[in-house]
Structures are given as C-alpha cells and as structure tokens.
C-alpha cells in the first residue's frame, strides 16, 4: 500500500508549468525514502533489539534456571552442552531441546 501511495505522488505533475524540470523526480526520491525511513523505525530497528535481547537472554542461561519453551513446556536445566539443554519437567522426566527454543525464563 505504501509503495502504490508513492507511485500515485510520482504521477502528480510538477507545480509551476514548464519552469520546474525535474522537481517531480525529486519529490517521488524524497518520499520514497522516507518511506524506507518510517519502515527501519517502525519494523526492522524494533526486531533487531529484541533479537538482541533473546540472545541475551540465552547466552544468560544455567542450570536452575526456570525457563519456558517455544512449545510451552516449563522445566528447569539440568544440564546443558553446547547447543542443547535438558530440561526436568517433573520428578524422572527430562527432555532435551535445542536452547534457541527457550523463550523465556521465569523468576
């Protein structure tokens, strides 16, 4: 929807006749980047921070903690090796998951 909006201002004749020569092109470049603009601000900045936060977060990770996986299962860590963690749901249960499952850890 935002592109087909900039591509209607790019067909808005230039204000002043033929003494304006390439004024259209120019405001077509500068809504077109302020476009981009307001879409690095209102979507790509906001996922990069928390990207950043969840790799925090697990790089935090050690035994005891509580944590929460993607797939809703609560448990805490028994042990972790590299890339994998296991987790104790319940007394004599113990499951392993990738640690980028784990998407939150609780208090």
């Known amino acids: 929807m935002l592109l087909?909006?900039?591509?209607?201002?790019?067909?808005?004749?230039p204000?002043?006749?033929a003494q304006s020569g390439g004024g259209g092109a120019i405001v077509t470049l500068i809504m077109l980047v302020s476009i981009f603009?307001?879409?690095?601000?209102?979507?790509?900045?906001?996922?990069?921070?928390?990207?950043?936060e969840q790799q925090k977060m697990l790089d935090s990770?050690?035994?005891?903690?509580?944590?929460?996986?993607?797939?809703?299962?609560?448990?805490?860590i028994v042990d972790m090796d590299g890339s994998t963690i296991?987790?104790?749901?319940?007394?004599?249960?113990?499951?392993?998951?990738e640690k980028v499952a784990v998407v939150a850890k609780k208090q």
């Open 37 to 52: 603009l307001i879409m690095y601000l209102l979507m790509i900045r906001p996922a990069q921070k928390r990207q950043k």
């Open 61 to 76: 990770l050690k035994k005891g903690d509580r944590v929460i996986t993607s797939a809703g299962i609560h448990g805490t």
């Open 4 to 13: 087909s909006f900039a591509n209607l201002l790019a067909f808005v004749p």
């Open 15 to 17: 204000q002043g006749g």
């Open 86 to 97: 296991t987790l104790q749901v319940s007394d004599g249960c113990k499951i392993q998951f």
